[in-house]
């Protein structure tokens, strides 16, 4: 009779706490819903925060560091998903984790899963965020080819966006593999190349005027021209 008493109330608490979290997960579903529909991220990150505690999901995980990076949140980004390179990650997955990981300074481990993506969907943006962590790296050859496949492969209407002014602005994707292919060129070479350099920029330049970094970089290779070519002082 012990037994029985003891077994119906494991029964009744089992049923009580599935009952709980099937209610809990509708409400944290309705929530999210909620959430998402007024653009509220935070409370989007808290939706999903709790749905996976109720239920861990790999996929939400993988959705909700995407929100986090998506926010400039790199850290809580790596930490939802970690940072291992595992055979069956999600492209989100990969993406998410290179995206952190550049912002985060750390082109070494970041150029791991840029590089994973561009095996899976090579494409001109890949190319050229590549390229980019490869010039950090001093490897200015393999930083030249992935430029080379982009200028080859680029659309007409791709697009990049910058950041170093007040202003963000956009310009054309080949414009930005024109002036990182002279960056490039002009490092493989300061001196023998700094011709080709400015040249490549004027380039970059023609395409779209109001590219403000191909501009200070011209700017600063011409001067550095000008100081090269100038005559020395004459000494009494």
Known sequence: MKKLILL????????????????????????????????????????????????????????????YVSEGRNLEALNTIGIDKNANDSDINTEVKAIALKALNQPERAIVFYEELFKRNSNSYLAYE???????????????????????????????????????????????????KALIVYNMNQTDNLDQAIALLNEA?????????????????????????SAPEKKN
Do not use: C
């Open 130 to 180: 590549i390229a980019d962590l490869k010039t950090q790296l001093q490897d200015f050859a393999g930083a030249k080819a992935k430029i080379d496949y982009g200028l080859t492969n680029v659309k007409p209407d791709m697009k990049r966006a910058f950041y170093e002014s007040q202003q963000p602005y956009e310009v054309s994707l080949k414009a930005a593999l024109t002036y990182m």
């Open 8 to 67: 119906l109330a494991v029964v009744t608490t089992f049923n009580v706490t599935a009952q709980t979290k099937s209610e809990l997960l509708k409400h944290f579903e309705a929530y999210h819903k909620e959430m998402k529909g007024q653009g509220d991220v935070q409370g989007v990150i808290n939706a999903m925060t709790h749905l996976n505690v109720i239920q861990p999901n790999q996929q939400r995980s993988d959705t909700l560091a995407y929100v």
């Open 205 to 229: 330049l023609t395409m779209d005027a109001n590219f403000n970094l191909a501009k200070i970089s011209k700017d600063a290779l011409v001067a550095r021209k000008a100081e090269g070519t």
